[in-house]
């Protein structure tokens, strides 16, 4: 691409790095060595991206649970009367319906 050869180990310099990165590398602007103020304002974005998870986590659980609290009474009904008909219509339900109601009955706290 820029005329080195990837095969020819000795087109990147005795070192086997491009000389050209190397000057690049030279001719940097120098990092300030100011690791206590670059340590501070690290945690500090650390932090702030912590709580703003902790909040969208929080949200999103107390909106699950509310919702579910709102529809919780809907899908017993329906899951009553889905029973409800099932044993109507099918021997088998009644069967099952009085095997769970025995179970129920019969279970006891160890």
């Not at 190397?22 to 001719?27: E, I, M, T, V």
């Not at 206590?36 to 991206?49: I, S």
Request: glycine letters at 6%; one cysteine or more.
């Amino acid at each position: 691409m820029n005329g080195i050869s990837k095969d020819d180990p000795l087109s990147h310099g005795p070192s086997g790095i491009d000389p050209e990165l190397l000057l690049l590398f030279d001719q940097a602007a120098p990092v300030s060595t100011n690791d206590e103020t670059f340590l501070a304002a690290m945690m500090g974005k650390v932090r702030r991206a912590r709580r703003m998870r902790l909040l969208a986590r929080s949200i999103l659980t107390t909106s699950f649970i509310v919702l579910g609290a709102l529809l919780a009474p809907y899908v017993a009904q329906a899951t009553l009367s889905i029973v409800g008909w099932a044993t109507l219509y099918y021997p088998v339900g009644c069967v099952c319906a009085a095997l769970i109601a025995w179970r129920t009955a019969r279970r006891r706290s160890y």
